[in-house]
């Protein structure tokens, strides 16, 4: 998934994807484990934040087991229920990681929108979308 800057007046806006990569080039984190970590502690259950996100089960336990592996940390814990079905939680490492995201791509979105105002103000302004009259 993308994150968006500020808006032109042409409705325009600058679209970026940012991960987290390691020096062999392997993304441990990034836009998809940090809206899956967000899905479980809104949804409370890994199952329901991957339906909440339209991708399978498989995928989101492989995709958080990955990540774990690479970060050395565990992000989520699970419980196993009975009746009342069981839960996942995300474990203190875990909300730090999606609270430290959350900020570090709020900065980035600033930061685009403020170089996308500034590179593209000219070229987006009412008058520069007209084009020049011939004589």
Request: hydrophobic share 40%.
């Amino acid at each position: 998934m993308s994150g968006s800057g500020g808006r032109s007046p042409g409705g325009l806006r600058p679209r970026f994807h940012i991960w987290l990569a390691a020096t062999d080039h392997t993304a441990p984190f990034g836009h998809g484990k940090w809206q899956l970590l967000a899905a479980i502690e809104r949804e409370g259950s890994l199952r329901g934040a991957a339906a909440a996100l339209g991708v399978s089960y498989r995928k989101a336990w492989g995709d958080l087991r990955q990540a774990e592996q690479m970060l050395g940390i565990k992000l989520i814990a699970t419980h196993r229920g009975g009746r009342t079905g069981g839960d996942t939680r995300l474990t203190a490492a875990g909300e730090h990681w999606l609270r430290a995201y959350s900020r570090f791509r709020a900065r980035v979105e600033r930061a685009v929108a403020r170089a996308f105002a500034a590179d593209f103000r000219d070229l987006l302004a009412p008058s520069a979308a007209k084009e020049p009259r011939a004589s």
